[in-house]
């Protein structure tokens, strides 16, 4: 039978991996920062396009990320992926910008359907970089 440290073996591995993971907030605190409305701020209003917005980004820097831990050799191969990931729903959001300029009115005046078409983007953006990335 197993010894309990022996289930334990593989947690410095885990607590490292989950903590680089963490860049999550790093993402959060810097795509509120680039974009032109503040969604913290506008999410704490209650503006729910914004929220789909900021959302979106998230789960859609998330996949990718989860793919990274889980195919990764090492931290440096993992903060590799994870600033593709990064770059790839930041090149996101300045796309549609650019396609669609009203993008920085509508999401602070809480139209859904920006916020909408924006989940939508940055989840397909996520996915489709997460599919791409190669073991």
Known sequence: MESFAGYLGGTGTFVLYFAVSLLLVVFVMFYNAITPYHEIRLIR?????????????????????????????????MLIWAGIAFAAQLIA?????LCIP??????????????????????????????????
């Open 45 to 77: 209003a209650g503006n729910k396009a914004a929220a789909l917005s900021l959302g979106g980004a998230i789960i859609g820097f998330a996949i990718p990320m989860g793919k990274a831990v889980a195919q990764s050799m090492n931290i440096t191969d």
């Open 93 to 97: 959001y300045a796309a549609a910008a």
């Open 102 to 135: 009203h993008f920085r009115k509508t999401i602070a005046e809480d139209h859904m359907a920006s916020g909408i078409l924006l989940v939508a983007l940055s989840v397909a953006i996520g996915m489709l970089n997460a599919a791409s990335m190669t073991a």
